[in-house]
C-alpha cells in the first residue's frame, strides 16, 4: 500500500481499494514490494492495513493466509508454514484474550 501511495497509484489510504475488493471476495494480498525504495516492511505494510484501512485482525490474519498460501513455496511448505503461523498467532492471542476462546477459533 506504501508504493500505491508513493507511485500516486493511490491518492491516499483512505481511497486504497484493498478492504473493498476483500469484502466482495476477491483474493488479497499485502507485499512490501521494493522495501529498499519504498522504506517499509511487511510489518508496516500489516499495521497500515489494520490502522488506516481499519481491517479487523481476522481480516489481516486472511490476508495474510491469502499471501501464503499464494507464494511460490511447493504445496507442502505452503501447507506447514500455515499451520505454522495459525499455531503461533493462536499462542500470541491466549494470554491475552483467554475468556474469548470461541473467538480465537477462526485460528
Known sequence: ???????????????????????????????????GVSNTTLTDEYLLALRGLKLSQEELTDIICNGILGSFLPVGEKIELLKEFKRELKQLHMPFFPEQKEVLQWL
Open 1 to 35: 500500500m506504501t508504493s500505491n501511495i508513493q507511485t500516486g497509484a493511490v491518492r491516499e489510504l483512505e481511497s486504497h481499494p484493498l478492504l473493498a475488493l476483500y469484502r466482495l471476495g476477491v483474493i488479497v494480498t499485502l507485499n512490501s514490494d521494493d522495501p
